[in-house]
């Protein structure tokens, strides 16, 4: 597929600014953007915390798989999956084979404050917060090294990670 019209998907853990810097970026494009969290709640009638809490993660992962091979079907779009999108090898073969895929990554500290305001995030409610972050990085360490650029947004906006992944996306 020509690089130029091939879906942009963007990965990282959670609060590293996927969804973000994927609206701004298909703004410069002139993509549609897609939200895969958004699309789930759509599909699922409900929001994440309560689809997580009344039908299990597992539901959870099984609808975000089948919603992603769906908003991968079209090029020309931005995609901000959620974090954990690339617990599934299918999901990663698929994301590989019918998008240009960008990693974003911050520091834990940075992760932190930036989602310590959203209760929107089930795996990060109660408890610890950076106990939970450092975590789960730790789990999902090796799940994003798949991607074609990965661009630490550490002390850089949203703004900033999305013009460095538009600048290899263009190349
Ligand atoms: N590079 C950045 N620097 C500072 N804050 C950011 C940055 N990117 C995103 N944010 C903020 O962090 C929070 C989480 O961003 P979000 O885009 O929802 O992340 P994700 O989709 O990866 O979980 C939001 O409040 C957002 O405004
Ligand atoms: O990392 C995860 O497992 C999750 C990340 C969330 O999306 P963001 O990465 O956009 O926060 C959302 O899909 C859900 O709460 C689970
Ligand atoms: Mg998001």
């Given at each position: 597929m020509e690089q130029r019209n091939i879906s942009i998907v963007l990965i990282g853990m959670m609060g590293t600014g996927k969804s973000t810097a994927g609206r701004w970026i298909a703004e410069q494009l002139g993509y549609e953007f897609v939200d895969l969290d958004h699309e789930i709640e759509v599909a699922a009638g409900k929001r994440i915390p309560d689809l997580f809490a009344e039908d299990g993660e597992p539901a959870f992962r099984d609808l975000e798989s089948a919603v992603l091979a769906k908003v991968l079907s079209c090029s020309k779009r931005v995609i901000a999956t959620g974090?954990?999108?690339?617990?599934?090898e299918s999901n990663c073969e698929l994301m590989k084979r019918q998008g240009w895929v960008a990693a974003l990554t911050a520091g834990a500290e940075s992760i932190v404050e930036r989602v310590r305001e959203d209760q929107g995030r089930p795996l990060l409610a109660g408890g610890d917060l950076e106990l939970k972050v450092r975590t789960i990085l730790e789990e999902r360490?090796?799940?994003?090294?798949?991607?074609?650029v990965t661009v630490d947004t550490t002390g850089i906006s949203a703004e900033e990670a999305g013009r460095q992944i538009l600048m290899h996306y263009r190349v």
């Open positions: 974090g954990g999108a690339v617990l599934s360490k090796d799940c994003y090294r798949f991607a074609d």
